[in-house]
C-alpha cells in the first residue's frame, strides 16, 4: 500500500527576533532598584546601570541627567512602594503609622534609607508623605515654625534608625558565620570587659544597651518624639 505522500515543516535554527522594549525613564528607574537591591548603594553606578540595561551608558543620560537624579528619582520611586497613613484617628496613632510605614518600606530594599537621606526631598509620591506628616502636626496643635521643625527631627529618626538597621545587616552578612545575636553577644562582652572605674555606665547598662528588640526600640524612639511633640502642642494652649 502506498504511503500518502507527507510534508514536514523544516527545523528552524534561527531564534526568534526578541522585540525590545523601548528605553524610558520608568524603566531606568526600576532597573536602578533592582540593581541596588543587588548590589547596594556603593556599588550603583551608571556605567553598571548601563550593563545592566544592555546599552551604552550615554543612553542613560537622555533619561537622566546624572547620577544624583537617579538617585532622587530611585527616592520617589521607594516612597511610591510605602502607603500614607490613615486620616482617621489620633494624631499620635497617625504619625505612629506614618514612622512604621516609612521604616518597613525603607528596609524592604537594600539600603534605601540611605537612597533618601542623600537625596533632596523632590518627587511627588515623597512629597505626599511630608504633606502628611505636616498636616498631623498641625492638627495636633503646632504652630507652622514648629511643625516644621519638629517634620524634620521625626524624619531623622525614622531614617537614621532604618539605616542603622541596614548597616548592622550588611555588618553581619560579610563577616562568615556572624548573626545579629552574636555581634550583639560579643559588643556586649567588650562593654562589660571595660574598665569599670572608668565607665561604670557603660559596664553596668552593658545588656540594656545591646538589646535586641529593634521593634521596641524603634517604638520607644517614636513615643520619645510624640511625648516632645504633645509638650508643644500643649505649651502652645
Known amino acids: 500500500m502506498d504511503q500518502p505522500d507527507m510534508s514536514f515543516v523544516p527545523f528552524r535554527t534561527t531564534e526568534r ?18 540593581l541596588l537591591d543587588e548590589v547596594g548603594l556603593d556599588e550603583l553606578t551608571m556605567r553598571r546601570l548601563a550593563e545592566q540595561l544592555g546599552v551604552k551608558a550615554a ?17 520617589d520611586e521607594i516612597s511610591a512602594e510605602i502607603p500614607l497613613p490613615r486620616t482617621t484617628g489620633s494624631w499620635r496613632d497617625q504619625l505612629t503609622e506614618s514612622a512604621w510605614n516609612v521604616r518597613r518600606g525603607l528596609l524592604a530594599h537594600r539600603d534605601g534609607a540611605r537612597v533618601l537621606a542623600s537625596t533632596p526631598p523632590a518627587g511627588p509620591r515623597r512629597l505626599r508623605h511630608i504633606e502628611a506628616v505636616l498636616r498631623i502636626l498641625r492638627e495636633a496643635g503646632l ?31 560579610e563577616v562568615p558565620g556572624m548573626t545579629r545575636r552574636r555581634a550583639l553577644a560579643e559588643m556586649r562582652r567588650q562593654f562589660k570587659s571595660l574598665p569599670r572605674d572608668q565607665y561604670p555606665t557603660i559596664v553596668a547598662l552593658a545588656d540594656q544597651l545591646t538589646d535586641g528588640d529593634q521593634d521596641a526600640l524603634f517604638q520607644f524612639g517614636i513615643d520619645f518624639c510624640l511625648r516632645s511633640v504633645e509638650a508643644l502642642a ?3 494652649k
Request: no cysteine; proline share 0%; glycine share 2%.
Open 17 to 34: 527576533r526578541r522585540k525590545r522594549r523601548t528605553l524610558d525613564q520608568a524603566r531606568v528607574v526600576q532597573a536602578a532598584l533592582d
Open 59 to 75: 543612553s542613560l543620560y537622555r533619561h537622566v541627567r546624572n547620577k544624583d537624579e537617579l538617585l532622587a528619582l530611585l527616592g
Open 143 to 173: 504652630n507652622d515654625r514648629d511643625a516644621a521643625r519638629a517634620a524634620y527631627h521625626l524624619n531623622n529618626v525614622v531614617t537614621e534608625f532604618a539605616a542603622d538597621e541596614g548597616r548592622f545587616a550588611s555588618f553581619t552578612a
Open 234 to 236: 500643649t505649651h502652645k
